[in-house]
């Protein structure tokens, strides 16, 4: 039998960017933002003109892309004779992962869908890594192992500057009887902590700038890191100050450690 090519497919949180999506050939199958009765499709405003929609009276709600979006972007390429591999965001964060699951189906062995346990930068470099590897031949078996295994060695860390973002999207929920009980008791900044598909609290400080010293110190202790991306919104000179240092004190090349500003679902 004749081995097929493989191309990847993934969400919008993979904050990929439009040269990687072109240079990679990868599929973005976009999450949807609302404001009220206008929706967007993830990318088709930029961050400035997110942000400036979120001061405004109807408070951001994100959506999964439709089980037809991803049947589009599956049968595209298995028309075209390929495999497909689709990563997608948590599926605790999302339901992006069952919808890609099930628009599969109709697919049979040709695609598999693999929820990636995180999201941005997390996501895009398992997609990345798939991606190149596809384009020197390899099976659709060997990169779902090349990224479950990078599913495993990721981690990610959020402090949260304020709760309100996330109560309103309710994302943690999971989460927010533990926070609310200590904020009865104390003016705290959490600490979240993503890996292997799950989230939790992974601790809290007094200070915002006390929490980032907690991210700090808990990435060095994962050493030795192969690389480490540094998430924000609307942060970008606060970003760069801390991937300058975390990169000089983790001995990394600085080129090893990327600055992201996340999208839409990472911010709300």
Same mark, same amino acid.
């Given at each position: ?5 493989? $191309? ?19 599929t973005?199958?976009?999450l ?16 400035d003109?997110?942000?400036? $929609? ?11 892309p ?11 390429h ?12 948590l ?14 189906? $109709? ?7 693999l929820?990636s ?9 398992q ?46 929920d999971?989460?927010m ?22 989230i ?13 010293e ?9 050493a030795?890191?192969? $690389? ?15 991937a ?16 992201v ?8």
């Amino acid at each position: 039998m004749t081995k097929k090519q493989v $191309k990847v497919v993934t969400d919008s949180t993979s904050d990929l960017s439009h040269s990687e999506m072109e240079r990679l050939e990868v599929t973005v199958v976009p999450l949807s933002v609302s404001f009220g009765p206008e929706v967007f499709y993830d990318g088709q405003l930029s961050k400035d003109e997110y942000w400036e $929609k979120a001061q405004g009276p109807f408070w951001p709600r994100t959506s999964q892309p439709s089980l037809g979006a991803f049947e589009r972007a599956f049968a595209q390429h298995v028309e075209a004779g390929y495999d497909v591999l689709c990563l997608t965001l948590l599926t605790r964060y999302s339901g992006t992962y069952g919808t890609a699951c099930a628009a599969a189906h $109709k697919f049979g062995d040709r695609v598999r869908v693999l929820d990636s346990g995180t999201v941005s930068a997390g996501l895009a470099w398992q997609v990345i890594a798939a991606a190149e590897e596809a384009a020197r031949a390899a099976e659709l078996d060997d990169l779902a192992h090349l990224t479950a295994d990078m599913a495993r060695r990721t981690r990610l860390y959020a402090a949260l500057d304020t709760i309100e973002n996330v109560r309103r999207g309710g994302r943690l929920d999971n989460l927010m009887p533990m926070i609310d009980r200590l904020l009865r008791v104390f003016d705290l900044k959490f600490v979240i902590m993503m890996a292997n598909g799950q989230i939790g609290l992974a601790g809290a400080a007094r200070s915002y700038g006390r929490a980032l010293e907690r991210i700090r110190e808990e990435a060095l202790e994962q050493a030795p890191l192969e $690389k480490i991306a540094v998430l924000h919104t609307r942060a970008q000179e606060r970003a760069t100050a801390f991937a300058d240092a975390l990169a000089e004190e983790a001995g990394l090349n600085r080129e090893l450690v990327c600055v992201v500003e996340g999208g839409p679902v990472l911010a709300c």
